[in-house]
């Protein structure tokens, strides 16, 4: 039981008897109203009156109270059931938000795993600490190290400036393992001086005499030349021009006819060349059947190919019927014609020649040699060679296919005619 004050029956602990604001608050205590309450003062319904407040503040104003707080009292007109329930409130709050510790749930695995790593680091972590210890207890006698001394060093710059050297040095490596000297070497100037003879063998008119044996007794060169008659008939000389299938034009050579050594195989060519070999009455019947209101009534050269290339060899052409040299034509009624005989040899590149599978069985087909060819001297009549335009013939020669001829592009005959002399113009 709390210590009464002086005055009997005095409802006021002995601690705040000397302690005005501890009265206040112990007055407003829930606990000490409750217990007047519980022993009837207050009144039946909770409320103090007037008698029973004045009882107060008589007990106040002379043991506590320096000022009557009666009349605050009546004026606040305090409900002691209602300050109760608010003391509750605000001394026990209720909880708006549940801020409680979630609750547990354990993953056995997981945590399982868990133990067994942190074992493992830990097993670690020992040996580390083992080998630190062993270290640290087998070190030198004399300390060198020296942790307060900045380290500074320039390795990344080192290494930027050792990728540059490493480029630098790669493109000087390449440079050097490619350099060639500026004096061609022995080898070189031999080839170079084996492709000049060739190229001099395509294009001259008689055998180089330099490669000839010097021991041989030499003709001395004609000190009074006879008079060239000019009136005298000069050889007819004819053209044509080539481009390929990718409308490339590769030039135009002229080719100078023996007339007078193979009169037959000349007038063949020429016919063709001139678009006025006839066609044979079967393949015009065959042109009408077809109904073909452009197709010529004659044979020509023009737009027909080169239907073989041999690089170094020859090429061959004139197929007027099927352009693939399969088949050929003549003025004799399309049929073939025998060969002429005749001193005519295929010792140089150039020549115009037949060709014929076996013997007698000339037609418009044509060769042109691009090397001597001594094989072909009794198998095919040689009735022409070619004097302008050896460069066109290197270039159908570059065009070829060494294994099978064909040519690698089409090279077509795109116009060919007569050449005119500029002598007889006038």
């Not at 480029?167 to 490596?173: F, Y």
């Not at 050889?235 to 990718?246: L, N």
């Amino acid at each position: 039981m709390p210590e009464r004050g002086r005055t009997t029956g005095s409802p006021w602990p002995a601690t705040a008897r000397n302690n005005t604001q501890s009265v206040r608050s112990y007055l407003l205590e829930p606990k000490y109203i409750r217990q007047l309450v519980v022993k009837g003062q207050g009144g039946s319904r909770g409320k103090f009156t007037r008698t029973e407040i004045g009882d107060l503040n008589k007990a106040a104003k002379v043991h506590y109270f320096p000022v009557q707080p009666a009349n605050k009292l009546i004026d606040m007109k305090l409900d002691i059931k209602k300050r109760m329930e608010h003391s509750e409130r605000v001394f026990h709050p209720e909880k708006k938000i549940d801020n409680n510790a979630p609750r547990l749930y354990p993953r056995i695995p997981r945590t399982e795993r868990a133990a067994y790593r942190l074992d493992d680091m830990m097993l670690e972590n020992k040996k580390l600490l083992e080998r630190i210890c062993t270290i640290w207890r087998t070190k030198g006698k004399v300390d060198t190290s020296a942790p307060n001394v900045e380290w500074k060093s320039n390795y990344r710059q080192r290494m930027w400036d050792m990728v540059r050297r490493e480029a630098d040095n790669v493109a000087l490596l390449y440079f050097i393992q490619t350099a060639t000297p500026q004096v061609p070497t022995r080898d070189e100037c031999a080839r170079d001086f084996n492709k000049a003879v060739e190229k001099m063998k395509f294009v001259c008119r008689f055998p180089l005499l330099f490669l000839k044996d010097t021991n041989r007794d030499m003709p001395l060169p004609m000190l009074n030349p006879p008079p060239v008659d000019p009136e005298a008939p000069r050889r007819k000389r004819v053209f044509m021009e080539f481009i390929t299938s990718q409308e490339r034009l590769l030039g135009r050579i002229e080719v100078e006819l023996f007339e007078e050594q193979a009169p037959q195989t000349v007038a063949n060519f020429l016919a063709h060349i001139r678009g006025e070999a006839p066609r044979p009455e079967e393949d015009a019947e065959d042109a009408a059947k077809d109904r073909k209101k452009d197709t010529p009534t004659t044979y020509s050269y023009k737009d027909t190919p080169l239907h073989r290339i041999l690089p170094g060899y020859y090429c061959l052409g004139g197929d007027v019927v099927n352009r693939n040299g399969s088949a050929g034509s003549s003025i004799h009624g399309g049929e073939p014609f025998p060969d002429e005989k005749n001193d005519l040899t295929h010792c140089e590149p150039g020549l115009l020649c037949t060709i014929g599978a076996k013997a007698d069985s000339n037609d418009s087909k044509f060769m042109l040699t691009m090397k001597a060819l001594p094989t072909l001297d009794d198998k095919s009549t040689v009735f022409g060679r070619i004097v302008k335009g050896f460069e066109v013939l290197q270039a159908i020669n570059a065009l070829g296919a060494k294994a099978s001829g064909k040519p690698v592009v089409q090279v077509y005959c795109c116009d060919c005619g007569d050449v005119v002399r500029e002598d007889r113009k006038k």
